[in-house]
């Protein structure tokens, strides 16, 4: 099992936009220097929380100051994109990278992005559908066509074709059961979410399942299953209190950012269901309860961390790596954490823990 790195930068009080850049830009170099294999990024809009608003600028810049290391998009909120300008962005990042990029997608879930961009979130399926057969066609490097609910695309080929005409890995954000298969059927990686180990095991023995049907060899199988990942969030303290008070910040932090997003239409208002009240009368209510929501997203958070000291990390890293997962997306550190340590901790991880799952 691998563990790379999952970026977004953050500001809170004391940090400005300036600072929570630089420190982006740190742990770009450090991941490559330090041997990190894969470095992803999230795309997020409108909190200041794993701030991405704008993927493929922060990603060419990944390719400009990065040697080795392989250069991640995850996810791509297929929804907000038009996917033939998304192709030509991954294609020129993979010729920028010389062919580092791994292209993750999926559908969002905030109704606040879903707004601003225009996109009705009743669609989303349809819309991750259309999207993936068209960035397959696009970056395959030949001319294509498309005739679609969506998208109508007119005979076209992207210039320049991804890097050597070699084929772009695409993985795909999981959470249910419902995803992983599906993830299974349209032959992508998954990147599977903050779900607890024994979680992860039947959504691994679910994927393995469906290849099967579909005519995968035993040894397919397991080439494939190494390019499957996990999202975790990893805090290492000097004590364990040490490390789940950070970890238990980090993860309201979380939580109130996805309270946010998932409250907040496009139009500035919480979107409103009709329901009725007590004496019989329609009324209109909010359709996400914020006490609930913060409660729901903290408890996913905490679910989706590995928190304690070095020597407890690896162990519930060994455990991770039991269910079958190939490779971690790790985000480090928590809501707070001044960056000097931040950045003292991730060398302590890089050479005490990264050579034993590197692989």
């Known amino acids: 099992m691998q563990l790379g790195m999952q970026t977004g930068a953050s500001v809170w009080p ?13 742990q770009a170099r450090f991941a490559d220097e330090a041997g990190f294999k894969r470095l992803w990024l999230v795309e997020h809009h409108f909190v200041e929380f794993a701030m991405s608003g704008a993927p493929s600028t922060i990603l060419a810049h990944y390719a400009s100051i990065t040697k080795t290391i392989k250069l991640g998009y995850a996810v791509a909120v297929l929804p ?13 990042l993979d010729q920028l990278s010389k062919g580092r990029m791994m292209l993750g997608i999926g559908p ?30 696009a ?12 998208w109508k695309i007119p005979p076209i080929q992207i210039h320049p074709a991804p890097y050597q005409g070699r084929t772009m890995p695409f993985y795909m954000a999981t959470s249910s059961h419902d995803s992983v298969a599906r993830a299974a059927r349209w032959d992508v990686s998954p990147l599977l979410g903050f779900r607890p180990v024994e979680v992860l095991k039947d959504q691994i023995k679910l994927w393995r399942s469906v290849r099967a049907e579909l005519g995968d060899t035993p040894e397919e199988i397991d080439r494939k299953q190494k390019e499957i990942g996990v999202l975790r969030r990893i805090v290492v303290g000097a004590s364990e209190a040490e490390a ?6 980090g993860s309201l932090q979380f939580a109130e950012a996805i309270r946010r997003l998932n409250t907040a239409a496009g139009e500035s208002r919480p979107r409103a269901i009709e329901a009725l009240g007590p004496d019989g009368r329609r009324v209109l209510l909010q ?3 914020e006490e609930d929501q913060r409660a729901r997203s903290s408890q996913n958070a ?58």
Do not use: C
Request: cysteine-free; proline content about 4%.
């Open 14 to 26: 004391g940090i400005t936009y300036e600072e929570a850049v630089d420190q982006l830009t740190w």
């Open 108 to 137: 969002g879930f905030s109704p606040l992005e879903y707004g601003v961009f225009g996109v009705e979130v009743e669609r989303k399926r349809e819309y991750v559908e259309e999207s993936f057969r068209i960035l397959k066609l």
């Open 80 to 92: 907000l994109h038009h996917p033939v300008r998304l192709a030509e962005e991954m294609a020129w």
């Open 244 to 249: 789940r008070a950070v970890a238990d910040a």
């Open 139 to 150: 970056l395959s490097g030949q001319p294509f066509t498309y005739d679609g609910p969506i």
């Open 287 to 289: 359709d996400v309860n």
């Open 302 to 359: 905490a679910a989706g961390t590995i928190a304690g000291t070095k020597s407890h990390v690896i162990e519930q890293l060994y455990e991770l790596q039991e269910t079958g997962v190939g490779h971690v997306l790790a985000g480090f550190g928590g809501r707070g954490v001044p960056h000097r340590e931040a950045r003292a901790n991730l060398e302590m991880i890089a050479s005490d823990i990264l050579p034993l799952f590197n692989d």
